[in-house]
């Protein structure tokens, strides 16, 4: 796909302050990470945000840290990296030196912030709700992509706000009392997420097909139940732990069959990769054991 931008690895060194080193890779494909409390999974979400320059992301601890996050794009891999020293923080880009402006005027064509907030709570589970609604609309559309998805969310949201305009005059507001009352669940019985507002209206109902693992991924992050679940978002790959290994188990199976026939003699096409994190006196950075999902 054009312009599609994966994170090929992340590398941290005393991040948070006294933290072991890590240096993760990833393939082409979506990812799992998955451990046990303590093994590393939330320092590699949060060595993004790092590396993004999110101003919401507590510096406790970073006042002496270096972060490196590559992504790639269009085949060709950009490594960002930014090290702190007694909190003074120095730019990098393939190894060269760089100003702030530069770094981040750069970093905007492969990742944003903002887009983090749907990944990560920072223990504010109220930070989607705190969020600008205009602001907050506007991501949900760019991470739904443009599909048939974009249209039931539009008529969902035009649904709403024409009952909310009733009690609001200005139109901004309506919208945003329609994203409030967003509400995205996993419906265990029929394998689908769905989106619903009040009075259970049903908006989007997604299938477990390929093209839209990505959809999937987004809702299961912003479902209540998995909140704190680890996620890069579409466009990104995706980082997430073992709370929803089961439905992505699933969707392998059926999705795996479809992948095999595409790619017959392509020895990567597995639909995602578990990255197998152990805690930090079980197992070194440098004996981190990854393993292609499925794979005995």
């Known amino acids: 796909m054009a312009n599609t931008v994966r994170i090929s690895s992340i590398r941290t060194e005393n991040f948070p302050r006294g933290n072991r080193p890590l240096n993760v890779g990833f393939g082409t494909n979506f990812a799992v990470v998955r451990g046990d409390n303590g093994s590393g999974k939330t320092t590699l979400i949060k060595a ?11 510096i406790i601890g970073l006042e002496n840290s270096t972060v ?13 990296k930014r090290t702190t020293k007694r909190s003074i923080s120095r730019f990098s880009i393939n190894d060269g030196r760089v100003q702030k402006r530069t770094y981040q005027t750069r970093l905007h064509g492969f990742i944003k912030a903002e887009h983090l907030k749907f990944c990560l709570d920072y223990n504010h589970p109220k930070r989607l709700d705190m969020s600008n609604p205009s602001h907050l609309l506007k991501v949900v559309k760019e991470c739904i992509g443009e599909n048939e998805n974009q249209r039931d969310l539009a008529r969902f949201v035009s649904s709403i706000s024409t009952g909310a305009n009733r ?3 200005n139109a901004t507001r309506a919208t945003g009392h329609a994203v409030n009352q967003m509400n995205i669940r996993y419906s265990h019985p029929t394998g689908q997420l769905v989106m619903t507002g009040p009075h ?23 479902c209540e139940v998995v909140h704190n679940s680890m996620l890069m978002m ?8 073992a709370t929803v290994e089961p439905q992505l188990q699933e969707l392998q199976v059926d999705d795996k069959r479809e992948s095999e026939l595409l790619k017959e003699d392509d020895d990567e096409n597995e639909l995602m990769l578990i990255v197998e994190l152990q805690a ?6 440098e004996e981190l054991h990854i393993e292609a999902a499925g794979e005995e």
């Open 200 to 222: 259970d209206v049903q908006s989007i109902s997604l299938s477990h097909t390929e093209k839209e693992m990505m959809n999937l991924f987004v809702r299961i992050a912003l």
């Open 68 to 80: 490196a996050v590559s992504f790639r794009k269009n085949g060709v891999e950009t490594t960002f």
């Open 167 to 169: 009690h609001y005059n």
């Open 48 to 58: 993004v945000a790092f590396a993004a320059l999110d101003k919401d992301l507590p």
């Open 280 to 285: 930090v006196d079980e197992l070194s950075a």
């Open 234 to 241: 579409d466009g990104y790959g995706a980082l997430l732990d």
